[in-house]
Structures are given as C-alpha cells and as structure tokens.
C-alpha cells in the first residue's frame, strides 16, 4: 500500500513537471524569443546528464526487475533454462519502438529525435556543422505555419505521447522500492526535458497559451496514464497478471534502451561542441543513479 502512494505522488509530480516544462517556454518566448539560444547549453548538458540517468534506468534498475518478473513467473509455471527471456523482450520492444518511428518517418520526413534541441535555435538557421543527416533542414528561414500545414509540434506530440505511456508502464509495474525511487528520477528529468522541447516548438507556432495549456495538459496526463495501466495489471495477484507484467516491463525496457541511446546520446554526440563535457555529464547522471539505488526507498 504504501508503494502505491509513492506511485500515486510521483505520478503528479510527473504530471506537474511535464506540464510546466512545456508552458514555461511559452510564456517566455511571448515576451523574450532570444532567450531560446541562450539556455540551448545548459539544456544540452542536461540531456547529456538525463542519458545518463537513462543508460543506469535500463541496465540497473529496468533490466534485473524484469529478469525477477521472469524468474518469478517460470518458477510457477515450473519451468526451468538458461534462455535470456528477459533480455529478448527488452529487444523486443526495443525493435517495436524502432519499427514504430521509422514506419512514422516513413511517411513524414521528420528529424527522429523528439529531444530535438534544435529547437532552441531562435534563428531557425539549419542544424549544427558537421552533420550530414537527411533530416538536415536548408540555411533559408522555414516558410510560415498556414492553416492547411500541420503544424511542426504535431510529430513530437505523438512520439512524446507514445513514449510516455510506456514510461507510466514501467512505474506502474515496478514492485521493488528500492527500484523506483531511481526510475521516477530517470522518467522525470526525460520527461521534463522533452516537455521543455515540446513547448519551444509550441511557441515557435505562435500556439495560444490557452491551446499550448490545453495540449500540455494532455501529453502530461500520458505517464499517470501508464502509470494506472501498470498498477491495475500489477494488483492482479494471478499467473496471467505476473506473465503480463513480464511482458510489458520488458517491452518497456526495450522503450528506454531506444530512447537512450537513439533520442538522446546519438543527437547529442553528434555536435561538435562540447564533446568531452557532455561525456562527463553522461557519467555524472549514470553514477548518481547507480548510486540512489544503494538507498532503500
């Protein structure tokens, strides 16, 4: 009971933290738009430490939980062997949240990361030097949203959305205390971050703040959505609730390997500047996880 309030309170927080990260830009781009470039550092470095916070969520705290699930389910159905199940669904989902974006950039030619820190770039000036992707946007400012042209928030809702649900998932699954409390660290700083992004793009379209509140409100409601998800199918004190907890814990590790090593640490070690600070802060946000999960939540 007690673990359920702990979900309960961290899903709020999340929620609270998801919608101010996407109105907060909006509220200052409407008074100030060069204020965009001058936090793109810090916000870089914090997606370099959230990658690192990441990268510990996968392999310490996601990975041996799953194996747990596993171990716990085949033991009742008493089966026994030596096959990584565990590892093969986290590639499994891996593998889905790839096919899913790529069937998404199939059809819309978007730049993959939803953590697109390009966003920031008041200027609208292109992507860094030195990179040669076919994502890679032409030096000419972009023509202006029509009514008729989807606005350019639309894909980074739908990836932040989709990506969300899993996270709330793997909160909602997770039965270990001393797991959670570094999960809800993981998710929050993406998340926040992510948010962040999202709310640039939307004040970029010149989106009312009414309208940015009203779409912040429902990508936030994303997580406590997964969350709810998970503990419904974690209360269900049956084998066919065990067996489907494993599934989608594992599923949604696979969610958190892509996005740590796809949204985040691809887009970020790809610019030039500040290679090795962005390395450190990246051993930082691993090291600070690791080192959480020592405290028993």
């Known amino acids: 009971m ?12 999340l929620f609270g933290l998801m919608l101010a990260g996407v109105l ?38 996601l990975l041996p939980a799953v194996r747990s699930k596993v171990s716990e389910v085949m033991s ?15 590639m499994l989902g891996f593998f889905l949240t790839v096919f899913v974006e790529q069937t998404v950039l199939t ?18 000036g292109g992507s860094e030097a030195g990179s040669d992707s076919e994502y890679d946007t032409p030096s000419s ?38 797991k959670l409390g570094g999960l809800f660290l993981g998710v929050a700083v993406h998340e926040t971050l992510a948010a962040v992004a999202l709310g640039v793009s939307v004040a970029k379209a010149s989106l009312p703040m009414r309208d940015a509140a009203k779409l912040g409100a429902t990508v936030s409601a994303m997580i406590p959505l997964g969350v709810v998800v998970g503990v419904s199918i974690e209360s269900a004190q049956t084998l ?3 067996v489907v907890s494993a599934v989608l814990q594992g599923l949604a590790a696979g969610t958190f390997l892509f996005v740590t090593f796809f949204e985040i640490l691809a887009p970020e070690l790809e610019e030039k500047e500040d290679r090795l600070l962005k390395v450190l802060f990246l051993v930082l946000g691993y090291g600070t996880l690791a080192a959480l999960m020592l405290i028993q939540w």
Request: with cysteine; net charge neutral.
């Open 24 to 61: 907060l830009p909006v509220r200052l781009l409407l008074v100030d738009r060069d204020k965009a470039h001058r936090y793109r550092r810090p916000l870089s470095l914090c997606n370099a430490f959230g990658g690192g916070v990441f990268l510990a969520t996968c392999f310490n705290a």
């Open 2 to 13: 007690e673990l359920l309030w702990v979900k309960l309170a961290g899903m709020l927080g």
């Open 141 to 178: 400012p972009a023509p202006p949203l029509t009514a008729t042209a989807t606005p350019t928030w639309t894909p980074l809702v739908l990836a932040l959305s989709a990506h969300s649900v899993f996270e709330g998932l793997a909160l909602g699954l997770q039965d270990r205390g001393d």
């Open 107 to 124: 059809f819309r030619k978007e730049r993959p990361s939803f953590i697109n820190l390009e966003t920031f770039n008041a200027g609208g």
């Open 240 to 242: 066919a609730g065990s």
């Open 76 to 90: 009742s159905l008493q089966m026994a062997g030596d096959y990584p199940v565990a590892e093969t669904m986290m």
